[in-house]
């Protein structure tokens, strides 16, 4: 198993490496293209009357039910898919402030994992999952900067098995650049919340120079890429690399210092403020805050980003959690009830997209 793992690993870097170019400012270039008139079904409710959804995870085994948190209530919810709602627990030592409150989810055999805001910084903490309840807390990670800004606090297992999370630089621009800090990064670990095998510093630390990622996903060949928050300019997805340093606070989208590592897709702040998303049918799907959008980036096979496609522009107001579900759709949260959005009726909802190919 071990000497499978390690060719997994040599395999997944090699592919990196391949369609990242050679210099650590190379971009891949625009090649994939969606099909004309290609676009995803209509949008059909699966939950309403929540709180701020943050992060959407699916267990295995689950009957197509989705563990869902809410970040301003601490509530960790269970949502089948024809609606009913249940409340698993609400999380002790969650302390909303700002964007911080309980943020990402991500399951694992029996045990679900929560990123949250407590009172002294953000932690990642392991519980044992049931059918109707969690149990046996455990802080994996602590430490980790919060404020009432740039969190991050998504949640992902990868296909190497290694729990994933992004954090933010909580307004604090130099901690991104700051290898000892925990902010301003994407960390990867062990279900133990030790630092995984292979990680490029020995260390928690998997990439840096990041404001604040909200989204993770991984295309069918194992590449990662990661949706990111700019500033006044530009928000980006990132095809993220292995101690690859992405650039910020020194560079907003992209630019020509080959010490950092330039975005594959990048939009105008008011068309994005990208969080949630999600791997599907050939392309990325991108839950836009500011944006009210849900973008489609098309992948062709090398990992290469086409021209991003915008749906349901200004119909459901803010999206922030996108995960994909295991019957093949896309279930996305809506954000309108955070205090940034504009509450419509039945928000916060999430809804059930069947993608487009």
């Not at 099909?35 to 959804?53: D, I, N």
């Not at 008011?270 to 992948?299: C, D, F, H, I, K």
Request: with cysteine; net charge neutral.
């Amino acid at each position: 198993m071990e000497h499978m793992r390690k060719l997994w690993t040599i395999a997944l870097l090699t592919a990196l490496t391949a369609c990242s170019g050679s210099t650590a400012g190379g971009e891949v270039t625009p090649t994939a293209a969606l099909s004309p008139g290609s676009r995803p079904g209509e949008p059909k409710p699966v939950a309403t009357g929540l709180a701020v959804p943050w992060g959407i995870a699916f267990p295995a085994g689950g009957g197509g039910a989705a563990l869902v948190t809410e970040r301003d209530t601490g509530r960790l919810l269970k949502v089948s898919p024809s609606g009913q709602v249940s409340e698993l627990a609400r999380i002790d030592g969650v302390r909303p402030d700002g964007e911080g409150g309980l943020m990402g989810v991500a399951v694992k055999d029996a045990h679900v994992f929560v990123y949250y805001t407590a009172e002294q910084d953000n932690r990642i903490v392991r519980y044992r999952l049931g059918d109707n309840a969690i149990s046996e807390p455990k802080v994996l990670v602590q430490g980790i900067p919060k404020g009432g800004i740039h969190n991050g606090g998504r949640l992902a297992f990868g296909p190497d098995g290694h729990l994933y999370a992004t954090t933010g630089e909580t307004g604090d621009t130099q901690l991104a650049q700051r290898r000892d800090s925990l902010g301003g990064k994407i960390l990867r670990m062990t279900a133990d919340g030790a630092p995984a095998p292979g990680n490029p510093f020995g260390t928690l630390v998997y990439s840096y120079g990041h404001r604040n990622v909200q989204g993770l996903a991984w295309d069918p060949a194992g590449r990662l890429y990661a949706s990111e928050f700019g500033a006044n300019s530009f928000d980006e997805v990132n095809l993220i690399r292995p101690g690859a340093n992405y650039g910020w606070p020194e560079v907003e989208g992209r630019g020509d210092d080959p010490r950092f590592v330039n975005p594959i897709v990048t939009w105008r702040t008011s068309e994005a403020s990208p969080s949630g998303m999600a791997y599907a049918n050939g392309s990325l799907w991108v839950g836009a805050l500011r944006g009210e959008r849900l973008w489609q980036v098309p992948l062709s096979q090398d990992g290469a980003a086409g021209e991003p496609v915008a749906h349901f522009t200004d119909a459901y107001g803010r999206l922030r959690a996108v995960a994909a579900a295991p019957g093949g759709t896309l279930w996305v949260g809506t954000s309108n009830e955070d205090g940034r959005g504009s509450p419509r009726a039945g928000d916060d909802k999430i809804l059930s997209i069947a993608p487009a190919g």
